[in-house]
C-alpha cells in the first residue's frame, strides 16, 4: 500500500490523512482555519474531524479502487462533522496522488495517468459526493445546467448522456478552478510546494505555512475569485507579497482576513497535496 510502511509506519491513506491534519495546523495562515484562527461557524476541530473520515475512501484508492468512487466515500466520511465542508478540495486532490502512491511511486506523471484513465462512472461519483456537503463551485457555462456540479447524482442522465468523464469534467473547469487546474496539468504546484516544504527549515507546520504564504503571493486563489471577485483576489496576492517584503505583518494580515470572510481555500488545499508528497517521499514528522 506504501513504500514507507517499513520506514514510518503509515500506510499511504494515514500519509494522506496526516496530510488534512498537518495543513490546518500550521500557522499563521492567513483566511484560513488553522490551530490559532477559525470561524465562528467552520471551527479547527471540525477540520480534524473531517480528517479522519476521509480514511475508507484513501485506503480504497490506495488499493486501487476507482477515483471516483474512492473520492465520494472520502467525502462521506469527511462530512460526519458539524462544519459541513471542512477538505473537498484537498480530497480531490489527495485522491489521484493516493492512487499513485499505492501502485508504486509517487511521480506527477503516475498521478496524471490516474486522472486520464478515469470513466464516466467515476464523474457520476464525483457529482454524487456534492449531496453530502455544500460546496463553493462558480456558475456553469451559458447552456450547461444539465451538468452544473450541484445537481449531484441528478446530473447523471446528462453525464452519461455526454460521456464525459471525471477527467473531461476537470479539464471543463481548469480555466476557473484551481484544483481542477492541478488535477489536468500536471500537478505543478503541488510537487513545488512538496519540494519547498522538504527544503524548508523549523516545524513541518512551520514549513507547510511558509509553502502557504508562498503560493498566496504568486498565485490568485480561485476559492477568493468563486466567493468574492478577481480584484478581491488580486488583493490578496499583492498583501502576501508585501508580508514577504516585510512590508506587513502576517498576523495582522491573517486576521483581516478572517475578519472579512475571505478564504482562500484553493491555496490550502495544494498545500495539503504538497504535504502528502513530502511525507510519501519521506519527510519526518
Known amino acids: 500500500m506504501t513504500a514507507n510502511l517499513e520506514n514510518t509506519g503509515r500506510t499511504t491513506a494515514q500519509n494522506a490523512q496526516l496530510a488534512l491534519l498537518l ?23 471540525q477540520f480534524l474531524a ?44 489527495l485522491t489521484p496522488l493516493v492512487a499513485a502512491a499505492g501502485g508504486g511511486e509517487l511521480r506527477p506523471d503516475r498521478a496524471s495517468a490516474a486522472v486520464e484513465e478515469t470513466t464516466v462512472d467515476d464523474a457520476v461519483a464525483f457529482y454524487r459526493a456534492f449531496e453530502y456537503v ?9 447552456g450547461m445546467d444539465a451538468l452544473d456540479v450541484r445537481r449531484g447524482g ?28 492541478e488535477l489536468t496539468g500536471g500537478f505543478g504546484w503541488t510537487f513545488e510546494l512538496a519540494r519547498v516544504i522538504e ?13 502557504y504564504l508562498a503560493l498566496l503571493s504568486r498565485e490568485l486563489d480561485t476559492f477568493v475569485v468563486t466567493n468574492h471577485d478577481r480584484e478581491t483576489a488580486y488583493e490578496v496576492r ?45 519527510l519526518e514528522v
Not at 527544503?199 to 509553502?211: H, L, M, P, Q
Not at 516585510?246 to 491573517?254: D, I, K, L, N, T
Request: cysteine-free; proline content about 6%; overall charge negative.
Open 199 to 211: 527544503r524548508g527549515e523549523g516545524s513541518v507546520t512551520d514549513r507547510a505555512a511558509a509553502a
Open 134 to 142: 455544500d460546496v463553493a463551485v462558480p456558475e456553469p457555462p451559458e
Open 238 to 282: 499583492r498583501r502576501a507579497n508585501e508580508v514577504l517584503d516585510g512590508e506587513e505583518s502576517v498576523y495582522r494580515f491573517a486576521e483581516d482576513l478572517v475578519d472579512r470572510g475571505i478564504n482562500p481555500g484553493t491555496t490550502a488545499d495544494i498545500v495539503a497535496g504538497g504535504l502528502f508528497v513530502a511525507l510519501e517521499r519521506g
Open 154 to 181: 441528478d446530473a447523471e442522465p446528462a453525464l452519461r448522456e455526454s460521456g464525459l468523464t471525471l477527467e473531461d469534467v476537470m479539464s471543463r473547469s481548469a480555466d476557473r478552478d484551481g484544483i481542477a487546474a
Open 50 to 93: 473531517g480528517a479522519v473520515g476521509t480514511h475508507a475512501g484513501f485506503a480504497a484508492v490506495a488499493d486501487g479502487d476507482p477515483l471516483g468512487p474512492a473520492f465520494e466515500r472520502a467525502i462521506a466520511g469527511m462530512s460526519h462533522q458539524t462544519g459541513g465542508n471542512t477538505q473537498f478540495g484537498a480530497t480531490l486532490l
Open 23 to 45: 495543513e490546518v495546523s500550521s500557522t499563521p495562515k492567513p483566511g484560513n482555519v488553522d490551530r490559532e484562527r477559525e470561524y465562528p461557524e467552520l471551527r479547527f476541530e
